[in-house]
């Protein structure tokens, strides 16, 4: 069955339009106005001041949605429980960096403004590597024991390999300092909060693009009935082990396209960007906005971003009489998460795409629901 | 030398693993929120010791406060999900632990709390030829005293064999007359004292401070060498990576100079992962369609 409720009278003919992109005008029509609005309605807040700061704000929830892709689909999709997807960004952000700072690029390569957009799929293809490593032991086990290699490849790599070696390249000791001006993509030097907010865009509806056309495809199947039962889709024919580690690559392939965005969104690139925290960060977020689907990593990302920058706001008029709740605001933070997700997680578990499912059905089908 | 400070290290890592062991054989669930009840366990060891309660007695009322939390705990966020599949009680716990530890940095803030008067003395005792400072002696008989207790537990009393049933199969459990949400209201009692004491013998080394909660989760290829829910196990590997860790900090770091130490039990346990992915002595389940 397709996702979407079509109007009545609507019917599909046959397999071709079921799994189609448009299933109807209306689907279209809507798709291009969501469109307009991310990519002409939301950089057209940047006039004022208040309104770029609000344009850095989404920009933080494209970031919090890339990364969350990659999430949805090992967690959602694959089901593969993975708590250091943060590992995989760090090693996008690294290799970005690297590439961009260290690379002996050839002259005209500098010119045209080729080196980071290069670098991004490098990143891609690094991250995504790195990943099908630690992917490797999911070929055994499943469930919390992957909960466990997957940490390990959080402090392995986050801890270990760039604290300690890769931070020390060039000597500067903790962080990478990027200059102004280091980043660029074809004529465009990449430094306002627009042009990030762009490269965020364009790169987020990519994404989302490539996901959306995996999952209705065969290895989108193939993830969908290993998570459903891994011993079924055996027997069916699935070859369980490579698409295990397939998956593995295009999350980390995602989460490194993430990481070298985050390159031109940061001054200064340094091991403390990608705790532990931000994994599990991630994990929340997919579980807030509804798993197994793509509207849920990104419904969850604005939701988290959005309330936290909520909590903020309303920290600073408070702190005027109790000046402690600033200072602690960190901790406050963490409760609420840590609630957010227990909360959801036991009151409405299919999260917050599934209440959008069923607004639109609602909507879909009105006046006559029945 | 490092063999003697490895045992004694992994002394500190039974015990926390321990923890970590017991409420995966009573529920079935991987508590990661392990950490910040040991940090929890800690912080309310220390402010019982700082109102001038002796030691030993403020670690007793800790119990008490752990088993009052515990089933706190139960009653309010697991009671609604006994039934749902394992992992969302694993993510329930992972929200949990941001829950206690955001609670417990803005309840006692984020500076590293020290026991004065100290509760050991600093001066090693000389056992034969080797010296051992007090802290990783008595975290040592405790947790084989605690080994023996919840071996005993487990094997010859009706709570403890009704929890196994329940990790075993919750469905049949029920369906037998045992009480899920007493077993696991037991489960996270017992965790929280369990992790209690674990907390109030480490703030006792470093003082208490985040990195507590940490050390909860460094436990953890000790739990996955020994088998997720074999309590022996928690002891051998809590050793055995102990020892592991202080072989590796004293051989290796010529070669990759850093962190080997801390980062050495988490590669050793991807790879133990690729090929002894129960452990050695977990139960190893045959899964059928």
């Known amino acids: 069955m397709s996702s979407v409720w079509l109007p009545c009278g609507d019917y599909h003919q046959n397999y071709v339009e079921d799994q189609g992109w448009w ?8 798709m291009i106005l969501l469109l307009a609005i991310v990519f002409i309605g939301i950089p057209s807040l940047a006039v004022s001041p208040e309104g770029e700061y609000w344009v850095s704000v989404a920009t933080m929830v494209g970031y919090t949605a890339m990364g969350a892709l990659g999430v949805q689909l090992l967690i959602g999709f694959a089901g593969l429980l993975t708590l250091g997807h943060a590992a995989f960004i760090a090693v996008g952000a690294y290799t970005s960096t690297m590439l961009v700072l260290q690379f002996p690029w050839p002259q005209f390569i500098v010119d045209w403004g080729l080196a980071y957009p290069i670098s991004i799929v490098a990143a891609g293809v690094a991250a995504g590597l790195w990943s099908v490593l630690f992917g490797l032991p999911s070929a055994r086990v499943k469930g919390f024991y992957l909960i466990l290699t997957t940490m390990g490849a959080q402090f392995i790599t986050v801890d270990f390999v760039l604290t300690q070696y890769v931070s020390q390249i060039g000597g500067r000791g903790q962080a990478f300092s990027l200059p102004p001006g280091t980043i660029k993509i074809g004529p465009w030097v990449i430094e306002s909060d627009v042009q990030i907010y762009y490269v965020m865009a364009v790169l987020l509806t990519l994404m989302v693009i490539v996901l959306a056309n995996l999952i209705r495809s065969k290895p989108g199947r193939a993830w969908v009935a290993i998570r459903d039962n891994d011993i079924a889709a055996e027997a069916l024919g699935i070859n369980i082990v490579w698409y295990k580690l397939l998956s593995f690559f295009v999350a980390g392939f995602m989460a490194g396209v993430a990481g070298s965005f985050w390159v031109c969104n940061t001054a200064a690139l340094s091991p403390e960007h990608f705790p532990w ?31 936290m920058e909520l909590l903020q706001m309303a920290a600073i008029p408070i702190a005027d009489y109790y000046p402690q709740v600033l200072f602690s605001f960190a901790y406050i933070k963490d409760m609420a998460f840590g609630l957010a997700i227990c909360a959801f997680l036991i009151y409405e578990p299919n999260g917050l795409a599934y209440r959008w499912w069923q607004a639109k059905n609602y909507f879909n089908l009105w006046p006559f629901s029945y | 030398m490092s063999l003697t400070t490895g045992i004694m290290v992994g002394g500190i890592y039974a015990l926390v693993a321990l923890g970590w062991v017991l409420i995966y054989k009573c529920s079935g669930v991987l508590n990661l929120a392990m950490g910040e009840l040991t940090l929890i366990g800690a912080y309310v060891t220390y402010t019982f010791h700082q109102m001038g309660v002796p030691f030993f007695f403020a670690v007793l009322l800790t119990l008490l406060v752990g088993i009052v939390l515990g089933v706190l705990t139960e009653r309010i966020f697991l009671d609604k999900l006994i039934g749902e599949p394992v992992l969302t009680v694993i993510m329930v716990t992972v929200g949990l632990s941001f829950f206690f530890k955001g609670a417990a940095q803005f309840i006692w803030g984020a500076d590293t709390r020290v026991f004065t008067p100290p509760v050991f003395s600093i001066k090693p005792l000389e056992v034969g030829f080797l010296l051992i400072s007090p802290v990783y002696l008595w975290s040592f008989i405790l947790a084989i005293v605690l080994l023996l207790v919840f071996v005993a537990f487990f094997k010859y009393t009706r709570w403890g064999l009704s929890m196994q049933a329940t990790a075993d199969d919750e469905t049949a459990a029920l369906s037998l007359g045992v009480s899920a949400r007493f077993v696991y209201a037991a489960a996270w009692a017992i965790a929280f004292m369990s992790a209690g004491v674990g907390g109030a013998l480490l703030g006792n080394i470093n003082g208490i401070n985040i990195s507590v909660a940490y050390l909860g989760l460094l436990v953890l290829p000790a739990v996955v060498l020994g088998g997720l829910n074999s309590v022996p196990g928690a002891i051998v590997g809590g050793i055995l990576i ?26 050793f346990m991807v790879i133990f992962l690729l090929f002894k992915p129960y452990g050695l002595w977990g139960w190893e389940r045959i899964e059928r369609v």
Do not use: R
Request: proline share 3%.
């Open chain 1, 23 to 30: 299933q109807s005008k209306f689907i279209k029509g809507k």
């Open chain 1, 277 to 307: 925290f931000l994994s599990l960060w991630l994990v929340g977020v997919i579980l807030i906005g509804g798993v197994g689907s793509i509207q849920g990593a990104i419904f969850g990302s604005i939701f988290m971003v959005v309330i």
């Open chain 2, 242 to 267: 102990g020892l592991l860790q202080n072989f590796a900090g004293t051989y290796l770091d010529q070669f990759f100079p850093g962190g080997v130490k801390e980062i050495a039990p988490f590669v």
